[in-house]
């Protein structure tokens, strides 16, 4: 079992940035690939960015190319995104995730565990 808790978020006008944390607990952290994941209201959740076992893989939404970055500290068993240049589209509630693989998976429902969820609130 691993749990995984978020925090970061918040509210910020556009342009500006945020940094969100996951940190987990409960397996060996270095043995999962994390994501990113976010959900807007009136839509369903979209992939945002993933990161491999190893930190040497990432992938990222076309949407936030350029300005989110993931990465991982396996030391403190947290991954991050750092999110620059926000706009008002980024709003949402943002989801780390979990899974023991080598791959690097995009898709929310081949993720084995899930943070609480954070809100992301971009002023225009």
């Known amino acids: 079992q691993v749990q995984l808790v978020q925090s970061g978020g918040g509210l910020v006008q556009a342009g500006g940035s945020l940094r969100l944390s996951c940190a987990a607990s409960?397996?060996?952290?270095?043995?999962?690939?994390m994501g990113w994941f976010r959900r807007a209201p009136g839509k369903e959740r979209e992939f945002v960015a993933s990161?491999?076992?190893?930190?040497?893989?990432?992938n990222y939404a076309d949407s936030v190319k350029g300005r989110f970055t993931i990465s991982r500290d396996d030391a403190k068993n947290t991954v991050y995104l750092q999110m620059n240049s926000l706009n008002p589209e980024d709003t949402a509630v943002y989801s780390c995730?979990?899974?023991?693989?080598?791959?690097?998976?995009?898709?929310?429902?081949?993720?084995?565990?899930w943070g609480q969820g954070t809100q992301v609130t971009v002023s225009s």
């Open positions: 409960g397996r060996t952290f270095s043995n999962y690939a």
């Open positions: 995730a979990a899974k023991r693989t080598m791959l690097v998976p995009t898709t929310p429902r081949l993720y084995d565990y």
């Open positions: 990161i491999s076992w190893t930190g040497g893989i990432t």
